[in-house]
């Protein structure tokens, strides 16, 4: 039986709107009162804040490493990160783990948030560059300003939330910690 050429096109185009789709959908989530978003192709998945196992000699914004289904993945406390107050733990505080690239590849990193609001789209004419001041944080953080429901979310940007020697460090924490039977399972 011979393919039917147009039913294939159509199919073609059905796969690349999902894809297209797929690039407009973000994280939202909260640091304090604020909004933000970040890609859902970066975020493998979404945990309950447990135990963490603190790691001496860390920056200040690094909680410690938690044993991911056998795997240490650091913890970072996003609001520390931005130079803010870090989060305090409440019933609705949570990690999310994102895939950030670094030079060896990548590298999953769990990100502590205040609380996860939604999984939004957002399309590509609502998203500005990122400002060049004002948005109180390091604007290469930022990926772009979305504009949803009549108001501005900061997109970030995971691969540049934590520099190259920040994942350095993190790296070398991971590779220290693998194996170590103190680190708590999470999950």
């Known amino acids: 039986m011979k393919a039917n050429p147009v039913s294939n096109r159509r199919h073609g185009a059905a796969q690349t709107a999902a894809e297209t789709l797929e690039r407009r959908q973000f994280l939202t989530f909260l640091l304090s009162d604020e909004t933000f978003a970040m890609g859902i192709l970066a975020i493998k998945e979404i945990i309950e804040f447990g135990h963490v196992t603190v790691v001496p000699m860390m920056p200040s914004f690094v909680r410690g490493v938690i044993n991911l289904r056998g ?19 409440t019933r609705r505080t949570c990690v999310i783990i994102v895939e950030v690239a670094d030079e060896d590849g990548s590298q999953d990193i769990g990100l502590v948030v205040d609380a996860v609001n ?34 501005f979310v900061i997109i970030l940007n995971p691969d540049k939330v934590l ?17 170590h039977s103190s680190v708590a399972e999470a999950g």
């Open 71 to 89: 795997s240490v993945v650091p913890v970072v406390d996003l609001s520390a990160r931005f130079g803010r107050q870090p989060v305090q733990r």
């Open 118 to 151: 939604a999984v939004v789209e957002i399309e590509e004419d609502q998203i500005e560059p990122p400002p060049a001041f004002g948005a109180g944080i390091r604007s290469d953080f930022i990926e772009g300003m979305g504009k949803f429901n009549d108001r």
């Open 163 to 179: 520099s190259t020697s920040d994942l350095a460090l993190l790296r070398n924490t991971e590779h220290g910690w693998e194996g």
